[in-house]
């Protein structure tokens, strides 16, 4: 429940709004308490959607320490000041925000709920917190950029090892009215994700978080491409056959299936894969099954989006393709603070993509409480990874954060009730935070120091 002044006293509104309606015998639909969320959105949702959204890399290991990071830093409360009118407003890159909180990018959202980007796009227009979008997003950017309507919105680039396309997506955002452009630094390959392998999982190969780039018309001609050149190919290889074998008699086939061929015969799982490409291409799914191209625009997708080359003097060239705020997302090393400074870009995510990528590497708070005295404030540095409630939030600001990005929390209410259920994980986080703020003694966002937090 937002209060009516937007966010000014959210804590106790919301609070106050589970109290009443637990006086009449109502309890919360969302649970409050995040292992109980973590739970119930885990029986909701598939094997595979939760393997795949809540998984990390390896052994969990990198996941386990984001989140034990934030016993390190325990916060001191202070009294005797007055907290009465207390504000979580800040500004970033120009534009006013009423919280230092951001929805972060997550791709493939339909695993969680059908209505995937709308749904949260509802739920962001209702607090009037900025949308991250996702390059692996389930709907095009220009649908979700309509429902979020004058609310904030960023586009998070995963860089292709396609700069045309690059570009393409870059300016398509720029003309849906994002306000910055998020570059993520650490996924120019997936990482060893163990529970998607256990179950040979992977969305993109069934067509699904990939309806950006199906929209694209760099995409699109790259698909056409390729599936011209496999009939060339063919035309060519059948005319080679043909003359070293001749005609084959009426009524036998040229060539028997090898051994390997038979045992790849369609199964019932491989059925459903070719029906979700083909409902996920644009155009009618009996066509679609006619077709080559949605099994083309997979196979040209797997090939575009891996990156590895790219290199801090890529920088330049994403200047010269927009004149957008440029923010570099998986920042982990002073030493890479620093160079994103030397670049010029206009801030930073401190992040380890939630664990995803990296085994046994470093917590991202961690990360935070040395990166941010080095930057001394030089630009503006976020955070993401690891954040469950309102204090964590609290302590990454308290470490210098000038704001944070949430996934996984509000995605578990996206898959429990919708929007309705990302917008009361958000609210509640946001409540939180404004009463571990007055609990502390701090009145706005800018009184959140270092001081806050046990030396």
């Not at 998607?196 to 950006?212: H, K, N, S, T, V």
């Not at 005609?247 to 061929?261: F, L």
């Not at 705020?325 to 030397?342: F, H, M, N, R, W």
């Not at 409540?431 to 270092?450: C, P």
Request: hydrophobic content about 45%.
């Amino acid at each position: 429940m937002v209060p009516a002044e937007g966010l000014v006293g959210i804590g106790r509104a919301v609070q106050g709004a589970i109290y009443a309606a637990g006086a009449y015998g109502h309890k919360p639909k969302m649970p409050v308490e995040p292992a109980a969320l973590y739970d119930a959105a885990r029986r909701r949702m598939s094997p595979q959607a939760w393997s795949y959204v809540a998984g990390s890399a390896g052994m969990q290991r990198t996941d386990a320490a984001n989140t034990a990071a934030f016993e390190r830093f325990p916060i001191v409360p202070r009294m005797l000041r007055d907290v009465a009118d207390r504000s979580l407003g800040v500004t970033l890159f120009g534009h006013d925000l009423p919280a230092p909180v951001l929805f972060a990018p997550i791709g493939v959202l339909e695993m969680a709920h059908k209505e995937a980007e709308l749904a949260v796009a509802q739920a962001a227009r209702s607090l009037g917190l900025p949308m991250v979008l996702s390059t692996q997003g389930s709907v095009p950017m220009e649908e979700t950029a309509s429902a979020l309507g004058a609310n904030p919105m960023w586009y998070q680039l995963y860089w292709s090892n396609n700069d045309d396309l690059a570009r393409s997506l870059v300016s398509r955002a720029e003309r849906s009215g994002a306000q910055a452009i998020v570059v993520t630094l650490d996924t120019h390959s997936l990482g060893w994700r163990t529970k998607d392998l256990d179950l040979g999982y992977l969305p993109f190969a069934r067509g699904e978080g990939i309806a950006q780039y199906l929209t694209d018309p760099v995409f699109q001609q790259l698909v056409r491409d390729r599936v011209a050149e496999k009939r060339s190919g063919d035309a060519g290889r059948d005319a080679t056959q043909a003359g070293r074998v001749g005609r084959a008699p009426k009524g036998e086939a040229v060539s028997r299936p090898s051994a390997a061929e038979l045992h790849q015969r369609p199964t019932p799982t491989a059925i459903r894969t070719l029906i979700s490409i083909s409902r996920h291409y644009p155009g009618t799914l009996r066509d679609n099954l006619r077709s080559p191209l949605p099994r083309a625009a997979v196979e040209t997708f797997l090939d575009v989006f891996p990156c590895p080359a790219l290199t801090w003097g890529d920088l330049a060239k994403l200047r010269e393709w927009t004149q957008l705020p440029i923010v570099l997302k998986g920042i982990q090393s002073v030493d890479d603070a620093q160079l994103a400074l030397e670049h010029g870009v206009d801030g930073i995510v401190v992040s380890n993509h939630g664990g995803r990528q990296v085994d046994g590497a470093i917590g991202s708070l961690d990360a935070l409480a040395t990166i941010t005295p080095v930057m001394g404030g030089r630009l503006p540095v976020l955070f993401d990874s690891g954040i469950r409630s309102g204090a964590d939030i609290f302590k990454a600001l308290a470490l210098g954060a000038s704001a944070v990005l949430v996934g996984r929390p509000w995605l578990y209410g996206l898959a429990l009730d919708g929007a309705a259920g990302a917008q009361a994980v958000m609210e509640r986080l946001l409540a939180e935070l404004d009463l571990t703020m007055g609990l502390s003694g701090v009145a706005s966002i800018d009184q959140i120091t270092r001081d806050c937090l046990a030396q």
